[in-house]
């Protein structure tokens, strides 16, 4: 099976930064994209970034833009999203994604259901 492991979540300041990761490993596939969720209690499940593994083009939530950056760690399976200028409402859970290398491609990838394997997730608590 293929699993995907977030680290990283956990207290941050307002105007601070956080660093959130997510390893995939176990079966061997190809990727199209891997991609961040956020959800919130109460709310609906939120894209927040999205990136393309054969260039690495990258895709962000309006309101992520210009403070979150999502890539690629080399040639592992995994990717990073820096968070920065941290705000209380970004407080959640948040899920990295994958999206198997399949035809007919989706690009950008900004749906919960462009993906295929998910993981549990990493809480993200921001305080003012």
């Known amino acids: 099976q293929v699993q995907l492991v977030e680290s990283g979540g956990g207290l941050g300041q307002a105007g601070g930064s956080l660093r959130l990761s997510c390893a995939a490993s176990?079966?061997?596939?190809?990727?199209?994209?891997m991609g961040w969720f956020r959800q919130a209690p109460g709310k609906e499940r939120e894209f927040v970034a999205t990136?393309?593994?054969?260039?690495?083009?990258?895709y962000y939530a309006d309101s992520m833009k210009g403070r979150f950056t999502i890539s690629r760690d080399g040639a592992k399976n995994t990717i990073t999203l820096q968070m920065n200028s941290l705000e209380p409402e970004d407080t959640a859970v948040y899920h990295c994604?994958?999206?198997?290398?399949?035809?007919?491609?989706?690009?950008?990838?900004?749906?919960?259901?462009?993906?295929?394997?998910w993981g549990q997730g990493t809480q993200v608590t921001v305080s003012s």
């Open positions: 994604a994958v999206r198997r290398l399949s035809f007919p491609t989706t690009w950008p990838a900004y749906r919960a259901s462009d993906y295929d394997y």
């Open positions: 990136i393309r593994w054969t260039d690495r083009s990258t």
């Open positions: 176990g079966r061997t596939f190809s990727a199209y994209a």
